[in-house]
Nanobody, 123 residues
Framework: QVQLVESGGGLVQAGDSLRLSCAVSGRTFNTMAWFRQAPGKEREFVAAHRWSSTTIRYSDSVKGRFTISRDNAKNTAYLQMNSLKPEDAAVYYC??????????????????WGQGTQVTVSS
């Protein structure tokens, strides 16, 4: 049974940092990603990491502030979020893809999803 479980969300002030974790069980994945969804908005791409090609992608809105990483020994993906802004507030979702060739930025490029962890940023 494949499961992705996010943790690490919380309430922070603008300028603070958080590290989100995504614990994966059941199998390993070449491509892991993070998406987020604010109330009333569509889910949007944040970051993706493809291990085999060392490919890392970031949304322009988070580039330079967020870092995606993985610990394969723990089968866990991370999203380090620095210099958080109020517009970063959202439910953050971990995603995994079985696609062997790419690190997608589209929602339909991912096969498995966590249930999300809430990040709230106050100004």
């Amino acid at each position: 049974q494949v499961q992705l479980v996010e943790s690490g969300g919380g309430l922070v002030q603008a300028g603070d940092s958080l590290r989100l974790s995504c614990a994966v069980s059941g199998r390993t994945f070449n491509t892991m990603a993070w998406f987020r969804q604010a109330p009333g908005k569509e889910r949007e791409f944040v970051a993706a990491h493809r291990w085999s090609s060392t490919t890392i992608r970031y949304s322009d809105s988070v580039k330079g502030r967020f870092t995606i990483s993985r610990d394969n020994a723990k089968n866990t993906a991370y999203l380090q979020m620095n210099s958080l802004k109020p517009e970063d507030a959202a439910v953050y979702y971990c995603a995994a893809s079985t696609n062997p060739f790419s690190a997608p930025v589209m929602i339909n490029g991912y096969d498995y999803w966590g249930q999300g962890t809430q990040v709230t940023v106050s100004s």
